[in-house]
Every structure is written in structure tokens, then in C-alpha cells.
């Protein structure tokens, strides 16, 4: 049996389901998670692979997830449900465009070293210490994947059921959401007010790259746009949150940094490896929303060291969002900033779900 071609057999075709045999309080539990409100950090996608186990393997402790302990020895009756969640849930998933808004683009693993660091328990059990710190509610998980490891197959298929539908039903409402956003006229709208009021470090990445592409769209190709800004951002090397390219080559870099964020030492070492790996970038741009942290003593400790004077740091600025916002409105207007971030939050696969709709109701209140 091809797991990964009955399991996207069952994604295609399911479209409904029966709950009656599932047991309630799994139900309940899972009607508790916030879906699409923890982004990259979402574990979901591991739940969904439990359950195909314990459906696929019922006589199977699917709670033991790690095929290996922490000194590397077998783990009896374990099993790696990342390299199964990276080959056969998130690919088939992605397939049908339903991770956006339901789990996360990479393994569930990726986003929690918490979940990993539980590898010395060698089961996830429920009994753990639950002041470890992640977005997601870690013992909630812990707890469906053991009511999971509970059902026999049939009841552990009709659970499958029920979370396909769950990540369909997030896709058409995702999709008549972006709909929305892409076509929603922004007339009167104060779009730095609505920034001011909302925490979403992408809302801040999609007004910036609007005002990118207002000032240098003409002769410069924005690229960046839809991906995750992760901290794994910081280790692939890429040249910034945003980037402006000419013949495919990189230009300038553009480091997003939203209201609760400001640059130190350690910002300008790793802006100097991008430019050293990347010589065609003639401008590094850290873009701060928050106004004051352009002027801030870090700020004024870097510039008066002398460091940016020379070699690969002189092409680092830095510019309040604020400041690039006037620039491009002077080249454009605020109704096209305003619908050109609206765009993009249609794009942008992390936007908070609560931003889209707060963004939404403005523009209602508004007309």
C-alpha cells in the first residue's frame, strides 16, 4: 500500500463526514485550536499525520514520534513523524493548496523546538512540564495526539475526514477573503493609522514593499513579497524580507522591522555577510516602523563609530516606514498605497487572519 497516494485519494475526495463515531471530547479539543492564528509555528500538520497513522496503523502508538532518543538510540515501536509530516501530509496538503490558514508550509516540527526537545520523554505524553514556552497551546497538542492514539481505524478515518473538511472549509473562506482584499477600493483610507493600531510584522512587510514598488517599480523587479519573514530567514542568508532586483540580480535589500523591533550590533554583522555574498546589492535598507527607533542611541552608537563609512557597511540606511511612506506617496498617492497593501495582503501566506478582517471592516465602515 502507497500511503501518500491513499491518503491524497482521501483528500481529493472527501468532502464530507461522519462524526457520530469519533469520540466528542476530541472534537471538542479540536474546535479549541486557533487555526491560522500561530503561522509557521503551527503543529497542525503533525496532528493530521497521527491521525492517518492511527488509521492506516491502529494497533500503532502514534504518540511515539521520534524513531530515535536524544543519544540516538532506537526508540521501540517509534517512528519519525517529521520525515513522514515533510513526505506525505505537507506535500499532499500543499497539493490542494489547503496549508495557508490551517498548518504550517513545512513540517509542524519546524515551527517548535519544544515539541523536539520532548525527544527524552520518548513518547509525547501529557505529564509534562507545561511552562515551556510556545505560540500554540503545547499541552492541547499533546492531548489530541493521545485521544488520537485512543480510536481504532474506522474512528481514526472519520477524524481524518473531519480535519480535511476543517482545511477545506479554511480554504474557500481564505479564498473569498483574499478576493476581497484584491479587489477592495481603498478610498479614504488611513492606511498608517491602520498600521499604528495593528501588531502584524507582515501588515508591516506588505505597506513597505507597497511603497517599494511605488518608488522604484519602473526600473527595479520587487521580489519577496509572499515569502514567510521567519528567523529561518536569517539562516538561509536571503538579502532581507524584501528585495528590489535588476536582471535578476539584487539591488537593494530591504530588512523589515515592525513596531515592537529595533537594529543593534548584530543586525549590522549579518547585513554585512548579505552584502559580501551579494556585491550587486548597492543599497541595504533597514525599514523601521517604529519612527523613533531610527534615532534611537543604538542608532547613533552605530552611525558615529565609524564603521559605516567604509567597505560593505556604507551601503546600509536606514529609514523609518513612516519616511518611505511619504516618499512613495509623493510618486503616487494614498488610495494606490492603500490597495497595493490590500493586494498584498491577499499574497502574503502569514498575514494574521484577524488583520485581514479588521482590514476588511475598516474599509466597510468606510463606504
Not at 491524497?8 to 462524526?19: A, G, P, R
Not at 535578476?248 to 530588512?255: K, Q, S, T
Request: charge should be negative; glycine fraction near 4%; include cysteine.
Amino acid at each position: 500500500m502507497n500511503i501518500r497516494d491513499e491518503f491524497d485519494k482521501l483528500v481529493c475526495e472527501t468532502t464530507d463526514y461522519v462524526i457520530s463515531e469519533t469520540p466528542a471530547i476530541i472534537i471538542e479539543n479540536l474546535n479549541k485550536w486557533k487555526w491560522g492564528s500561530y503561522g509557521w509555528t503551527s503543529p497542525v500538520s503533525l496532528i493530521v499525520t497521527a491521525t492517518w497513522r492511527k488509521h492506516f496503523y491502529p494497533e500503532e502508538d502514534c504518540c511515539k514520534i521520534w524513531a530515535k532518543d536524544e543519544n540516538n538510540n532506537p526508540i521501540e515501536g517509534g517512528y519519525s513523524i517529521r520525515s513522514e509530516d515533510e513526505s506525505i501530509t505537507i506535500p499532499v496538503l500543499a497539493k490542494y493548496d489547503l496549508c495557508n490558514g490551517y498548518c504550517s508550509a513545512n513540517s509542524g516540527m519546524q515551527g517548535s523546538r519544544a515539541i523536539e526537545k520532548m525527544r527524552t520523554l520518548r513518547r509525547l505524553n501529557t505529564d509534562f512540564d507545561s511552562a515551556q514556552r510556545t505560540i500554540f497551546d503545547l499541552k492541547l497538542f499533546a492531548t489530541i495526539l493521545n485521544q488520537i492514539n485512543d480510536l481504532d481505524s474506522q474512528q481514526a478515518l472519520r477524524l481524518l475526514q473531519y480535519e480535511i473538511v476543517l482545511a477545506k472549509q479554511i480554504k474557500k473562506k481564505r479564498d473569498e477573503t483574499n478576493a476581497s482584499l484584491e479587489n477592495t477600493s481603498a478610498e479614504g483610507f488611513d492606511l498608517m493609522a491602520f498600521l499604528s493600531e495593528t501588531a502584524d510584522p507582515e501588515l508591516t512587510k506588505c505597506v513597505v514593499a507597497s511603497c517599494a514598488e511605488e518608488l522604484y517599480a519602473d526600473k527595479l523587479e520587487i521580489d519577496g513579497v509572499t515569502d514567510y519573514k521567519t528567523a529561518a530567514d536569517a539562516r538561509a542568508q536571503k538579502p532581507g524580507d524584501l528585495c528590489l532586483k535588476r536582471d535578476e540580480n539584487v539591488v537593494i535589500a530591504i530588512e523589515v522591522k515592525d513596531k515592537s523591533q529595533s537594529i543593534d550590533w548584530n543586525n549590522i554583522d549579518r547585513a554585512k555577510k548579505i552584502l559580501q555574498d551579494h556585491p550587486s546589492i548597492e543599497n541595504f535598507i533597514f525599514a523601521l516602523e517604529n519612527r523613533s527607533a531610527t534615532v534611537n542611541d543604538t542608532i547613533q552608537d552605530i552611525i558615529s563609530s565609524g564603521r559605516l563609512e567604509s567597505g560593505e557597511l556604507r551601503k546600509i540606511s536606514f529609514e523609518s516606514v513612516h519616511d518611505l511612506y511619504l516618499l512613495a506617496v509623493a510618486c503616487s498617492s494614498v488610495q494606490r498605497l492603500a490597495e497595493r497593501t490590500g493586494y498584498y495582503l491577499a499574497k502574503v501566506p502569514a498575514v494574521k487572519p484577524e488583520t485581514k478582517t479588521a482590514w476588511l471592516e475598516k474599509n466597510a465602515d468606510k463606504n
